[in-house]
């Protein structure tokens, strides 16, 4: 599978990408920069992409599924509860489409602020 890389500028993230409708177009749309937003333990960013809910998308995650969110449109990266969770569970806003898998530890984005300049690449 390919490979993409979360630049916080601070830190990166690498990832491999699944078999997917979503990760086919994130792909397409590679590079890409934004701006990082938060949300509890969460880090998302808008993206120019759109993609329809697959019918697996869901809203709970396990820290390190990389995820997009229709609605934003963004891609959401959970990493430990948010303010809707139940418990410890990773709940992000709605049903997303799982696309990624990170190679990495995403609690290191804990450190990543509201404004954080994020560029997304293929590696």
């Not at 630049?7 to 590079?31: H, K, M, N, V, Y």
Request: proline share 7%; glycine share 8%.
């Amino acid at each position: 599978m390919a490979k993409i890389r979360f630049d916080f500028g601070s830190l990166t993230l690498d990832a491999e990408l699944l078999d997917t409708p979503t990760a086919r177009a994130i792909a397409a749309a590679l590079p890409l920069r934004a701006a990082a937003r938060t949300w509890g333990e969460e880090v998302y960013f808008d993206v120019p992409v759109r993609v329809k809910r697959e019918v697996d998308a869901r809203a709970v995650v396990t820290p390190g599924e990389i995820a997009y969110w229709p609605e934003g449109p963004a891609i959401a990266i959970g990493f430990g509860r948010t303010p809707i969770s139940r418990g410890g569970e990773t709940r992000l806003a709605s049903p997303c489409n799982i696309f990624a898998r990170a190679l990495g530890d995403v609690k290191a984005l804990a450190a990543i602020g509201a404004g954080s300049a994020i560029k997304v690449e293929k590696v």
